[in-house]
Antibody, heavy 119, light 107 residues
Framework: QITLKESGPTLVKPTQTLTLTCTFS??????????VGWIRQPPGGALEWLAL???????RYSPSLKSRLTITRDTLKNQVVLTMTDVDPVDTATYYC???????????WGQGTVVTVSS | EIVMTQSPATLSVSPGETATLSCRAS??????LAWYQHKPGQTPRLLIY???TRATGIPARFSGGGSGTEFTLTISSLQSEDFAVYYC?????????FGQGTKVEIK
């Protein structure tokens, strides 16, 4: 059974760096063509894809946020970490991590973690 | 950058009727297209991948079609639990951009 769980701060001040961790189980991020992604949803807004990291350590980013995002993995700890620099109140959202198998969309999602950016 | 555009923004449908949702890509994504259902307070649920393949456990009343730049999600005989927001997402070139969503509401 695949599970994912997000963790990180609930409140971040503007201009700070946000670090979120996705801890997963039930699969290995070294399996061929498997990926883990981050997606967010602002209050009342749409889903927005942020970043993906794949089994071969290939990393992909949303073009609009690429300059502020870094995604990394720890295959021994079964974790994926997303950092977002220079946060702003518009980055207030529920942040999800999700599993992406080969040739598919995100089939299993974490429960999400709410992040508020405010001074 | 590929932009995904969904229409309409809101669709009002009576239970038992059929809903047809559209998704357009600004460039061809072949069949690298997924559909999700999202209800308030829940995590998004994968419905369709590969443009037309139902994910595990998804009822047959959900069907996807299209390729290239034009895609549709059809929900036949709408049930009460189907009223939700639906998103398309492309995953060409190992990316993951979503559309802005279509809300299916009770008429």
């Amino acid at each position: 059974q695949i599970t994912l769980k997000e963790s990180g701060p609930t409140l971040v001040k503007p201009t700070q760096t946000l670090t979120l961790t996705c801890t997963f189980s039930g699969f290995s991020l070294t399996n061929n063509a498997v990926g883990v992604g981050w997606i967010r949803q602002p209050p009342g807004g749409a889903l927005e894809w942020l970043a993906l990291i794949y089994w071969d350590n290939d990393m992909r980013y949303s073009p609009s946020l690429k300059s502020r995002l870094t995604i990394t993995r720890d295959t021994l700890k079964n974790q994926v970490v997303l950092t977002m620099t220079d946060v702003d109140p518009v980055d207030t959202a529920t942040y999800y991590c999700a599993h992406r198998p080969a040739g598919s969309g995100f089939d299993v999602w974490g429960q999400g973690t709410v992040v508020t950016v405010s001074s | 950058e590929i932009v995904m555009t969904q229409s309409p923004a809101t669709l009002s449908v009576s239970p038992g009727e059929t809903a047809t949702l559209s998704c357009r890509a600004s460039q061809s994504v072949s069949t690298n297209l997924a559909w999700y259902q999202h209800k308030p307070g829940q995590t998004p649920r994968l419905l369709i991948y590969g443009a037309s393949t139902r994910a595990t456990g998804i009822p047959a009343r959900f069907s996807g079609g299209g390729s290239g730049t034009e895609f549709t999600l059809t929900i036949s005989s709408l049930q009460s639990e189907d009223f939700a927001v639906y998103y398309c997402q492309h995953y060409r070139d190992w990316l993951g951009t979503f559309g802005q969503g279509t809300k299916v509401e009770i008429k």
